[in-house]
């Protein structure tokens, strides 16, 4: 079984910047996909970031591009989401996500893990 802790959420002011971590524990190795997606009230669960076993590959959604940056640690359990520029409409319930694949993944169904989320909220 694998466990996935999110952390480094909170209310900041638009044009603002957070880091959220997560943190994988359990049966975990190098070899899986790591992928972060959000939810806000009333919405679907949509991707926004996804990055491959080794960090060299990632993507993101058009929505994110050029504020967000996805990176793994060191230890190859941990990832990353940077996120800058915050505005308003980036409010909501981020989720961290484990796909069992070594791949990068755009899709909620190809992963197999998730965290509990962790509270953004940008005020304007």
């Known amino acids: 079984q694998i466990q996935l802790v999110e952390s480094g959420g909170g209310l900041v002011q638009a044009g603002s910047s957070l880091r959220l971590s997560c943190a994988a524990s359990?049966?975990?190795?190098?070899?899986?996909?790591m992928g972060w997606f959000r939810q806000a009230p009333g919405k679907e669960r949509d991707f926004v970031a996804a990055v491959n076993y080794d960090g060299r590959y990632t993507d993101y959604a058009d929505s994110v591009k050029g504020r967000f940056t996805i990176s793994r640690g060191n230890a190859m359990n941990t990832v990353y989401l940077q996120m800058n520029t915050l505005r308003s409409e980036d409010t909501a319930v981020y989720y961290c996500?484990?796909?069992?694949?070594?791949?990068?993944?755009?899709?909620?169904?190809?992963?197999?893990?998730w965290g509990q989320g962790t509270q953004v909220t940008v005020s304007s």
């Open positions: 996500a484990l796909a069992l694949g070594s791949s990068w993944y755009t899709s909620s169904r190809s992963y197999e893990y």
């Open positions: 359990g049966r975990t190795s190098r070899d899986y996909g």
